[in-house]
């Protein structure tokens, strides 16, 4: 069966003495989602968006930071709001470049606040300043209702249980996104394109991958499997 070579994003650090160079990483978190569903992960170094775009089969934009909130037309609204503009700058024209060949897309975390954003969507900067929902503490999982007709419902079932580890969330989706699940509150946990392989989600599925974690919590596999399906289907 055809493995599917799967571009991963990266999160840098910012070196404190000028001169050093950046770090990157992934958790293998994503990478061992991504290998068990059939794919073959590769990560990305914040270098040739669309060669990456041309070479991979599909983009897998991986949890981190916040964005700058003037990429989405607001300014800076508290110092809760930590960005990364080296990030940022790679992986927006990433996000497009693939968007622009047809591959797949799947964001998780800030990654699904990336392609919104990529496609002229908004964010809440400050959850909690702007809410007063607190979603971002790694012990924390809530309920999400997923909707009729979603990928999410079909392999998990109209409720379940995610974790959350969040700052910003989805304020309003992009044009041709739908939201797929809501927290209790509200909160857009889950997004799909109307017509083009494109999902994300608020939660993180790949630390809820091949391991049995708790009650009302599926394992996620399944998800990283539907991705990759994507891929072959492309492939024809
Ligand atoms: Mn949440």
């Keep these: 069966m055809f493995r599917p070579f799967i571009a ?6 910012s070196p404190e003495k000028p001169g050093n160079y950046r770090t990157l990483e992934c958790s293998t978190a994503y990478t061992h989602a991504i290998a068990l569903a059939g794919g073959i992960p590769g990560l990305l170094c914040e270098e040739a968006p669309e060669a990456a775009a041309s070479l991979y089969d599909a983009l897998l934009l ?3 930071g916040d964005l700058e909130p003037s990429l989405f037309g607001e300014t800076k609204l508290n110092d809760t709001v930590s960005i990364d503009p080296i990030r940022d700058a790679f992986e927006l024209p990433l996000v497009r470049a693939f968007l622009a060949a ?3 897309v799947m964001g998780i975390c800030r990654g699904a606040q990336v392609i919104n954003v990529a496609m002229g969507g908004t964010l809440y900067q400050d959850l909690r300043e702007q809410l007063g929902f607190v979603h971002s503490d790694m012990r924390l999982r809530h309920f999400v209702n997923a909707q009729e007709g979603s990928v999410l419902r079909r392999l ?3 409720r379940f249980r995610v974790n959350s580890t969040h700052h910003q969330a989805i304020r309003d989706l992009a044009p041709g996104l739908h939201a797929t699940a809501y927290s209790p509150e509200g909160i857009v ?3 799909e394109h109307d017509s083009l392989p494109i999902l994300g989600t608020q939660f993180h599925p790949e630390r809820l991958t091949a391991r049995e974690d708790e009650p009302f919590t599926p394992d996620f596999l399944p998800l ?3 991705f990759i399906g ?4 492309q492939k024809g």
């Design 8 to 13: 991963l994003s990266t999160s840098g650090n």
């Design 62 to 64: 991986t949890g981190g």
């Design 102 to 104: 047809g591959k797949p």
């Design 156 to 158: 998990f079932g109209e």
């Design 189 to 191: 946990e889950a997004f």
């Design 224 to 226: 990283f499997e539907h």
């Design 230 to 233: 994507l891929c072959r289907a």
